[in-house]
């Protein structure tokens, strides 16, 4: 999976660093960073259900704190840091320095807010979206397997979504159309990419059946490829209707399909995949901070950049991610394996009256 994510954040670095070219190439990535989110946590809430009967919400939750928080703190605190000295975008001058923190520790940057926060979250959205989906969709799927609704749990939450999608859409091309950005970042817009993440993972005993022939997988790769790089092209992707309702979907379509190929390898994954498959490692951070630098090296902006500045971007974030992976995120990693250590050790010593009711 590694190499997905590589494969994803590597089409945000190219949207960002180059945006004229690849006008839809971050978002793109992003939805691939959607449906493998949804395939991957849907199957952790998965295994729980099947050990435990019931999602031991407390060690979701701190796995996701584990996992998320130490590089999401360094990264803030870096900007802060340097907002407060330098006011390199004028947001101290601004006064939001405050309000950008806010919405960036309470994943809010997906929705509206009554009040103004800097551009160097604006990638935050995404994140909001994941930790905003992940507080309900747990519940309800405990809820679905015990009722064994898995299918209507699927239909009724894509159906939602799409409902919701369609009416903030034409509710901005009537009302406000230079609202664009807002319905672009809203948690409906793209979050049937969760869904149908969610959705492979919960049938796909059948949806691997139907990839297992040899000439079907030969030919699905470079076809699901082909669609996403093509679609990396899109004009004004981030808002136009026709991605809404047309173009985003059918890269969903495109990444579950290059998540089902990735998931039911039988084989390891070629050495010229190597780098994507590091890039993957360190994606998390890399999408952090590829926005903030790219607007510290050019001066606020990220219209037009200079090849010097946009390919100094790319490589100081991978310098940074690289650092983030060995010193924050590894913070991060050494604490959710004591806190697992700890909660085992509770759990083993519990008393046996109880230990029958988990």
Do not use: C
Request: positive net charge.
């Amino acid at each position: 999976m590694d190499v997905l994510r590589g494969a994803a954040v590597g089409a945000v670095l190219l949207g960002h660093s180059w945006p004229g070219v690849f006008q839809g190439a971050g978002i793109v990535g992003v939805i691939a960073f959607f449906v493998l989110s949804g395939y991957l946590i849907t199957g952790v809430l998965l295994r729980d259900i099947e050990r435990h009967r019931k999602v031991r919400y407390g060690r979701f939750y701190a796995h996701r704190a584990f996992r998320l928080l130490p590089a999401l703190i360094a990264f803030l605190g870096v900007y802060a840091v340097v907002e407060l000295t330098a006011d390199v975008l004028g947001d101290r001058s601004k006064g939001i320095i405050g309000y950008t923190l806010l919405a960036g520790f309470g994943y809010l940057k997906d929705l509206p807010l009554p009040f103004d926060v800097s551009m160097a979250i604006g990638p935050l959205w995404t994140l909001a979206v994941e930790e905003q989906f992940y507080l309900v969709w747990p519940a309800l799927l405990v809820v679905a397997l015990r009722r064994n609704r898995q299918a209507r749990l699927v239909g009724w939450s894509a159906a939602v979504v799409v409902f919701l999608m369609t009416a903030t859409v034409l509710g901005m091309l009537v009302l406000a159309p230079h609202l664009h950005s807002l319905v672009y970042a809203l948690p409906t817009t793209w979050g049937l990419g969760l869904i149908i993440g969610s959705a492979v993972r919960l049938y796909r005993v059948r949806v691997f059946r139907w990839f297992s022939g040899p000439r079907l997988r030969v030919a699905a790769l470079p076809a699901a490829v082909l669609v996403l790089a093509a679609e990396a092209f899109f004009p004004k992707a981030n808002e136009s209707p026709v991605f809404f309702f047309v173009g985003g979907p059918l890269a969903m379509a495109a990444a579950a399909v290059l998540v089902v190929l990735a998931a039911s390898r039988s084989r390891k994954m070629s050495t010229w995949t190597r780098p994507l498959q590091l890039l993957g490692t360190v994606s998390y951070a890399a999408y952090l901070w590829n926005y903030v630098v790219i607007l510290w090296l050019n001066g606020g902006s990220t219209a037009d950049l200079p090849p010097l500045v946009a390919v100094s971007a790319i490589l100081l974030t991978l310098l940074v991610a690289v650092i983030s992976w060995h010193t924050v995120e590894r913070l991060g990693r050494l604490g959710r394996d004591r806190f697992d250590a700890h909660y085992q050790a509770r759990a083993g010593f519990r008393p046996r009256s109880t230990a029958g009711g988990e």
